[in-house]
Structure formats: C-alpha cells, structure tokens
C-alpha cells in the first residue's frame, strides 16, 4: 500500500494506492479519547475513485462508486469503505469548523456517491507546484462544491416535503441519465417518454433553475469531463468521446465545454495527466488489509 499525503490550501489531501482492504471507524474509536482514537478527525472526505471500486456504509445509506466518482463521508461518525480490488483514490479532508453550513446538514450528502469527480480531479491536480494563494483558492472552491451538493440535496427535500411534483422530477431526471448518449434527447423526447406535454415538462422545472434542454447540456458535459479526466490507453480521442454522450457537432461541444469549465477538452484532458503533491501527512482512518466482500451532461444538438 502506498499513501502520499500534500494539501490544498487549509485542506489536507491523501492518495491511497493498493490492493483490496477495508478502511472503517465505528462508534468505538469514536468513543475513546482524543489522543488513542485512530487518525482522521472531524472531517467531512470527498473521495475521488481514481481507479478501481469502492462500497461506501454510513447513515444507513450503502453506495458503489467507481473510477470518476465522487464519495462523501463523515469521519466523525461511523462508516466503512470496502475495495474489493486494487485501487487508487485522492480523498480531501474538509474540517467541520470551516464549512458553513448549520449543524447536521452535510448529512443530507454523506453515504452518498455523485459523477462529480471529474469536476473535482482538476482541482486536485492544479494544486501540484501551486503557490499558497492559488492553492487557497483551489481549495475554496472544493469547499464551495461540498456546499452546492448539500443545497442541492436540501431543495430536493423540502420539493418533497411541500408535496410539490418532486416524483416526476426525479423520474425525468434518471431518463435524461439513462439516455444522455442518444443524440435524438431533447425537451420532446423526454415529454413523449413520460406521456406529457412540453408545456407541463418545463412547468415541472420552473423552480429547478435549470431548464430541461440545458440540464441535458449539462449532464452531457459532465460525463464527458468524466471520460476525458480518467484517461485510459489508449486514451479517446475528444471527438469520440463527445459523439458517445450524444454530441453530434464537435465546434459546438468545444464551446459549450469551454463554457462550462472554463478550458477546452484537450486541456481539461492535459491537466489530468499532472500527478498531486506528495508530502505531509495521512488524515486517513486506520485500515486492515485483506479481501473485503465483493461491492457489488445539456441541451441537445
């Protein structure tokens, strides 16, 4: 096993390589005193799965990611990580006092997995060779991502708490998922695909804050950021990767990505070929090795 550790302005970052473990923290290391408890703190980890798997378990909630994903767990509760094989993954350790959210609300987000990943990779690799004011920065927009998963995570319930169509949402939301890469998915797709009109589709999304055609934009670019940060040899080419998530014109996937993540493909590619920043230390918890049990983008054309 090998783990590096470096940070990102006042965030601690650790890159974990090895093959099969298990990493936890239970409610009995939590119980002991400060000074015998395993390393990790009161800290919430974003955790980016470089390659390989992992079954995140806390708060009742039980999660598989893979390569591109982003986990969230809390480390002052309890939680288990299972790698069922070899593995590498960066994680970023956020203390509790510096997020400003009121007490109890990132549990909305811990035991969870999203496709953000990708959006926080760059992050991770900027940092290499970065002064403190930049690596500051980097660091508070790591912040500010934790923050928007978790308002993200609190309009949706209280969308459901009000009785507001939260349901419907939802189920459009997972087709547009399941059908980013069929470049006929537009507004009128999704309408017919649900038996109503468009008219009452974009009712559904007037307090999404995002319309239907640009969230399909959106969820297209995100998954194609995934694809093209993960590499691989041999590595995609761009214009292969965007026609599989639905892109059918190349000049337009340039500007709509550029737009969005503020680089073109190619160099959002380059900066995930830069390794993070070793040094410093671990603020992972204590793990055991050995084979756990198996884990089991918008707009159209």
Known sequence: ????????????????????LRASRTARHIALPAGQRPPGGDFVALGVQTSGSVTLVQDGRRSVAGAGDLVVYDTARPFSL??????????????????????????????????FGAVLTPFLTASAGA???????????????????VAERTRLAESDREGAPGPL?????????????????????????????????????????????????????????????????????????????????????SRAFRDTFGVSPREWRGLRGAGPGAGGGSTEPAVSAGRPEPAAVDGAR
């Open 1 to 20: 096993m090998r783990v590096t550790g470096g940070s990102l302005g006042h965030l601690r970052v650790t890159t974990v390589e090895a093959g099969p």
């Open 82 to 115: 299972d790698y069922p094989e070899r593995f590498s993954t960066h994680v970023v350790h956020v203390p509790h006092r510096t997020l400003p959210l009121p007490d109890g609300d990132a549990r909305l987000v811990t035991g969870t997995v999203t496709g």
């Open 131 to 149: 002064g403190q004011a930049v690596a500051g920065r980097l660091g508070a927009g790591v912040v500010d991502l934790l923050v928007t998963l």
């Open 169 to 253: 949402v939802t189920r459009v939301r997972d087709h547009i998922d399941r059908h980013l890469a069929d470049p006929g998915l537009s507004p009128e797709a999704v309408a017919r695909a649900h038996h109503i009109s468009v008219r009452y589709l974009h009712r559904l999304f007037e307090d999404e804050d995002i319309t239907v055609r640009k969230l399909i934009q959106r969820r297209r670019l995100e998954e194609c950021a995934r694809v093209l940060a993960r590499g691989g040899r041999p590595a995609p080419t761009v214009a292969s990767v965007a026609q599989r998530w639905g892109f059918v014109n190349p000049a337009h996937f």
